[in-house]
């Protein structure tokens, strides 16, 4: 267990005691997290309010009935979503929810307006507003699971249900969220279809779950409508490290005021409000990004959001971006250094040298070409194969790669992961941060939550891992890979001043590209020993797709169909003399098929090379043998 999760179960333990500083830690700790929950969930500001303060006192109250101190946030976020549903229940008593009037600050609009959402994320909050109550209870938690501050187990927790059917409540919200934002693109549309136009006659210009079903009769069904949305960003890589918007001052000092006059002591009714929760998990601590607080005088606490710049747009002028030089670490579980201390024996450093020359030594036959690492220099299998070397560590038989078994016990920003595994002193040392295809080569795309071979890797959470590999363009704020290991979905949204998981390679690195041999249509790719038809095909659905390539041809997999991103560039992200007729912003078709959402496909896009399983209409294809 980590430092951190020592003190925060200390902390636990003594709030628990009635301790009352424990007590308002805890309740600064938790607050962004449980409003921003709620504010998704209920969206008009009073409501919310309402909702966090009660939720707040609920847990000082019931603090006495956890017994497991360590899943203190998916106990609190159930504890949330129970108020949330009382007051929704309350509302829907009282006052059709369709006409509710509006009173007070839409929460979204502080969302947009506090963390200066992009366009696309500005249109996801939008798309929030027309959703039913069941679905934007599950999106309240959806949201902060894809942003990194909670992971699917704690998600499944405050539903009060299970991993897996937490999934499908999941997938069902998801494609009415896509619905709904394809409803917010047409009407923001200039000018809007006169269809549309007519189809909305009546309406008052608020969103409701009513109108929604109305004008989606139209828009699903008309092409001009539909053309506004065909080149929107999957919603989870627009939210990857979208912070929490923070928390106002007169709310923080509200609860505060409450918790002390209750007189540090928990308890009465912590019986009645103890959430009923199957099996708590380890919680873990609320991201330190979401926003800065400072304390004035008279012990009122004022929050300042951490904006989330809009993600600049790819060009075509790009270099692979150079990573920033480490800033000093202060993490307790990150080494002291990178390079052997004076201290070591001589046999250790035997060892780890030996260790290095096995690697460099490929025994599986196929593997460990010399090519610079962000390149695979081995075949790309989609099921792997390891062997457990007994000392912590695992080697893939394909690729070679020798693979740290336990992932980091902390997250780190990108420049500390990369001193984390320089410093790993397991098994003699030797070890780096591993590129965006060297990651993606452990993914099992047939499984998910997480999407990882467990019994080799146990203990995997289904979260964001670093890459070594920044993105090409150079703009502040710098970015780099990320792959979610709940999906093995591929993102390079990430800012490198983020924090995520770690897990560490140790694997000799080469200094070319691939000798791609073209001749006749195809381009054949030595290292992996796959063949490629060197032309794409045009715009095709995916039942097409399936059966376009033939004579031999199949068409590629996710993991086959990554060997091809060029880092180095975008727009599009691939060798262009190899594969000229690429588009700039083409997304491309795989054999693989989304485990979160069966019915959808695993697509490619050379804009960037990220990957995704958002249901497209159309995709391009280019066979593989």
Known sequence: MSKHRDTERERVIAAQRGDRR?????????LPLVYNVAGRALSVQPDVEDVVQETMLQVIRALPGLRQPESIRAWILTIAMQQVGAHQHRAAGTTALDDLPETGTDFEELAILRLQLSDQRRQVAAASRWLDVEDRNVLALWWQETAGHLDRAETAAALETTPAYAAVRVQRMRAQLDRSRS??????????????????????GRPSPLWRKRLDRHVRDCDLCLSNSREEVAAERLLVGCGLLPVPAALTSAVLGKISATGGTAGGTATAARPRLGSLLRGKPLAATAAAVVVLAGGALAYTAQSEPDRPQPDDRVAAAAAPSPAPVTRSALPSSAAPTPSRTTATATAAKTTRAAVATPTAKGCGAKLTTIWAGWPMRDTAKYTNLGNGTVRDTTTCLVWQRAHAPDRYTFAEAKQYCAGLTLDGGGWRLPSRIELTSIVDYGADNPAINTTTFTGTPPRYFWTSSPWAVTKTPLRAWIINFYEGLASNAAEQSGAFNVRCVRADGGSGRPAYKISSGRVTDPATGLTWQRASSAEMTVAKADAYCTDGWRLPTLKELATTVDETRVSPAIDIKAFPDTPKTARYWSSTVATPRPADRWMLGYNDGVTTYKPYETGRVRCVR
């Open 183 to 204: 409803l917010v693109a047409a009407l923001d549309a200039r000018p809007r279809c006169p269809e549309l136009v007519a189809a909305a006659a009546g309406w008052d």
């Open 22 to 30: 424990a007590q308002e830690e805890l309740a600064r700790a938790y």
